[in-house]
Structures are given as structure tokens and as C-alpha cells.
């Protein structure tokens, strides 16, 4: 099955690579640092090479030490993202991007929990995924919900840590999401920054829920496949 295969995190990364990266400078603006699911046998290798290799040992201490002061925040999360559309001095977008910013803190966390499976970092991101996904209703806004992209690879890795209720509830958010963004997809006609957003999406919910279709969409989506195909 392509779930257990590195195929959708190959395609995720590829998306990633055509989407523009922001500085943590500008107004109105947030970095997420850099985050893609991995697999059980990855996860275990990464660990591994961890505790192995001196050179990946300080990399994943530099990564515990950026958590250090992650531990004990509070969910921010919003029912609406103001952003997309907006000027960066927009205060909506101003506000809204302080509280966005809790994106890059999972990141950081995945990042660390990836290199170590420690358990505090586990709880802390179940405790996010369920106040972010309870409050916020998804719109298939990408530029928006691409911000969502480091929330969805850690529910990805920790969702067999759930509760049955708490899988069914997340899972059925993550559905609205994926079902979305799966519109978005089929109706693209031009391979932009934004459909590569659509596209990453809709590669990462597939994986969580375990939807080939889903993931087949993406596969057959991707930039390369998709140009060739066409002939654009």
C-alpha cells in the first residue's frame, strides 16, 4: 500500500520546494521551520543514527533545546484565519499571525519528538491537534490552511495515541479539509504556487486518513507527472 511507502513524503517534499518561504522579519508574516512526515522505519532510523552518530546527536540536542521553552504554552487557536487577501500591516492579519505562530512551535516539536520520541513533546502536540482542530473550521483556502502543514504531519505520526472519540473527532476535520482541497485539485487548470499548496494538502490528509484516492490524486498532481501528461 503507498502508506507504507516513502512515495507521499517524496511528493510532499517536492511541494515544499515550489512554495516561497518567509522571513520572520517581515510584518504580518511568520517562518515555519521546515517539517515532512516520515515513516515508522525513518522515524526508528532517524532515532537510531541519534544515538549512534555524533553529528546527528547534536543536531537533535539543538533541536530539545529549541522545545525547552515550548513545553508549557496554551493553545492560540482561531476559528478563522485572516490572511490571505490582507496587506501584512492589516492588524486582522497582524493579530491572526500571532496566533499562527503557534504553527511554528509544533514544528519545532515534531522536529524533536521525530529525533527522540519523548513523551512530553508527544502530549503537549495532542493537546494542540485537539484545540486547533476543535475550533477551526476549514474554508479550502490554501495559502491559509497550508499553515496548518506541521499540525497535520504531527497528528499524522500520534494518531494511534488517541482516544477512539478523540481519532473520530479530528479525523472528521481532517476529512473536511482533505475533501476540500481534493475539489481544488480537480478543478486546477495551472500549475502555481497555490495549487502546489492544494497539492500538499491534500497529499498529507490522504495519508493520515489512509485514502489511496486521495494520495493517487496527489501522486498524479504532482508538478512533473502533471506536465508531462499535459504537455505544458
Not at 512554495?19 to 515513516?39: M, N
Not at 477512539?164 to 478543478?187: M, N, P, T, Y
Not at 487548470?189 to 484516492?213: M, P, Q, V
Amino acid at each position: 500500500m503507498l502508506r507504507s511507502s516513502i512515495v507521499m513524503p517524496a511528493i510532499l517534499v517536492v511541494c515544499w520546494l515550489t512554495i516561497s518561504k518567509l522571513t520572520a522579519a517581515d510584518v504580518g508574516e511568520f517562518y515555519i521551520p521546515e517539517v515532512i512526515p516520515l515513516r515508522p522505519a525513518q522515524i526508528e532510523r532517524l532515532r537510531e543514527l541519534v544515538r549512534t552518530d555524533d553529528q546527528a546527536k547534536v543536531l537533535a540536542d539543538g533541536f530539545r533545546q529549541a522545545t525547552d521553552i515550548v513545553f508549557d504554552i496554551r493553545p492560540t487557536s482561531v476559528e478563522g484565519i485572516h490572511y490571505q487577501g490582507l496587506v501584512n500591516t492589516d492588524p486582522r492579519r497582524v493579530e491572526c499571525v500571532k496566533k499562527l505562530r503557534q504553527m511554528a512551535d509544533v514544528a519545532l516539536l515534531v522536529r524533536h519528538w521525530q529525533a527522540s520520541g519523548d513523551e512530553q513533546a508527544a502530549a503537549v502536540l495532542q493537546r494542540l491537534i485537539l484545540a486547533w482542530s476543535a475550533t477551526y473550521s476549514p474554508t479550502g483556502n490554501d495559502v491559509n490552511e497550508n499553515k496548518f502543514y506541521p499540525l497535520l504531519v504531527a497528528y499524522e505520526a500520534l494518531r494511534s495515541d488517541f482516544s477512539e472519540d478523540e481519532q473520530r473527532s479530528v479525523d472528521a476535520w481532517v476529512k473536511q479539509l482533505g475533501e476540500i482541497h481534493e475539489q481544488s485539485v480537480k478543478k486546477s487548470h495551472h500549475l502555481t504556487n497555490r495549487y502546489s499548496k492544494h497539492l500538499r494538502l491534500l497529499a498529507l490528509t490522504g495519508l493520515i486518513l489512509d485514502r489511496e484516492d486521495w494520495q493517487h490524486a496527489a501522486r498524479d498532481g504532482e508538478p512533473g507527472r502533471r506536465s508531462g501528461r499535459h504537455g505544458t
